[in-house]
């Protein structure tokens, strides 16, 4: 991957992040109509159109790494979806915003991210950009499905 496709990928991991914590933290309405993995599906195209995301020259070290860090990014979306306040108002709309909780999670979240890196580091795994992009995507779609859940169980209804 050249410098520049890096760089690209690091600005639209870092523009998302600040779109949707940005988002997170201000009560918005849940559009029942939506759809919740459409970003996190380009982001997903995005980071699989890069042949190297696997480091081809330490391939199980880098299936491990890359694996590892996606179930941990799953469960963070998993907790970050349970830790977005949600309430319904009298007209029926479905209303939500981040907490605390939140902001700790997405903090907890980036520790764990470098975490990942710095042991792919350790075993001399090459890190591309497109991991960060991938696990964007995974904890995007994972937090919206919790949500969805939690708006049909607590509201009887579907959303996103």
């Not at 997903?44 to 590892?68: E, M, N, Q, T």
Request: charged share 15%.
């Amino acid at each position: 991957m050249s410098s520049l496709s890096a760089l690209a990928n690091v600005l639209i991991a870092l523009a998302v992040v600040v779109l949707v914590v940005g988002r997170q933290m201000k009560a918005r309405r849940i559009d029942t109509g939506g759809r919740f993995w459409l970003v996190p599906l380009v982001l997903a195209v995005v980071a699989l159109r890069d042949p190297a995301l696997i480091d081809r020259g330490h391939r199980a070290a880098a299936l491990a790494v890359l694996a590892g860090s996606l179930v941990t990014v799953l469960a963070m979306g998993c907790v970050w979806g349970w830790t977005v306040r949600l309430w319904q108002e009298a007209d029926g709309t479905v209303w939500a915003k981040g907490t605390g909780a939140t902001l700790a999670a997405w903090a907890g979240m980036i520790v764990l991210r470098i975490g990942w890196y710095a042991l792919g580091g350790a075993l001399h795994v090459r890190q591309g950009t497109d991991v960060l992009l991938l696990s964007l995507a995974g904890l995007l779609l994972v937090r919206g499905a919790v949500l969805k859940l939690r708006v049909a169980q607590r509201f009887d209804r579907v959303a996103l």
